[in-house]
């Protein structure tokens, strides 16, 4: 039994080590100089399509941020979020589709004439993630943060249809449909939830609670076939 706890112990160290080679090698090829973190800098798909994928799309950098801070990179990750800043304002409190390493909107196949041509959960998910990154990176500070924190979550909270707890449709995670999907309430709830207490808005949370049970009741019935959760 000890031989097994020394062997797993082992291979754990050897794979956190491994996977901190992994990240520093993304952190050298795909995060800008300017904090930007790009979905990818291979030119491969150039040959066929003439496009590539060196853009920040705010919800890959949001994911991407949180496995830096956990693996205590908090520079980098901070950079990211400081890179995030001045593309929140009050005028315009959500991300669009993708950005160009120097902050600017990339080219997008969301049309305008739609109320606002968005992924929500980019917006929602990079609340969760500078969230997450205030409670753990030292020097972090709520104050710094909070008025882009108030400018999203505001929108979300806001941003839901008439007479119906859930947000407006906006487009899937694939960008591919437009609707009210529910891996986007979901991250809308998780944003509002995670900036209410380091906000001081109760009202986040009575929001939240109720998308929940808006999110709910909308859910298909599940079936004996239905998967696990």
Not at 85 to 98: A, C, G, M, V
Not at 113 to 131: F, G, H, M, R, S
Request: proline share 6%; net charge negative.
């Amino acid at each position: 039994m000890a031989g097994n706890a020394a062997l797993q112990a082992r291979s754990a160290t050897e794979g956190h080590s491994c996977l901190r080679g992994e990240i520093g090698t993304y952190s050298q090829d795909s995060i800008d100089t300017g904090g930007g973190i790009l979905a990818a800098n291979d030119s491969d798909i150039m040959r066929g399509n003439r496009v590539n994928y060196s853009h920040v799309w705010p919800r890959d950098g949001a994911l991407v941020a949180q496995v830096l801070d956990a693996m205590g990179d908090h520079e980098a990750a901070n950079r990211y979020f400081e890179w995030c800043r001045p593309l929140i304002t009050e005028r315009r409190p959500f991300f669009l589709q993708k950005y160009n390493a120097d902050g600017t909107f990339a080219c997008s196949w969301h049309p305008w004439n739609v109320e606002l041509p968005i992924q929500e959960d980019e917006t929602a998910l990079t609340v969760i993630a500078l969230c997450e990154h205030i409670a753990v990176a030292p020097g972090a500070e709520v104050s710094h943060w909070a008025q882009m924190l108030t400018w999203m979550c505001d929108f979300l909270m806001e941003y839901v249809e008439i007479g119906f707890a859930l947000p407006r449709p906006s487009y899937d995670l694939w960008e591919e449909r437009r609707g009210i999907h529910a891996f986007t309430v979901a991250s809308v709830i998780g944003a509002l939830k995670a900036a209410a207490p380091l906000l001081r808005r109760p009202d986040y949370i009575s929001k939240a609670d109720e998308m929940t049970k808006e999110l709910l009741v909308s859910l298909p019935p599940r079936t004996k076939d239905s998967p696990e959760p």
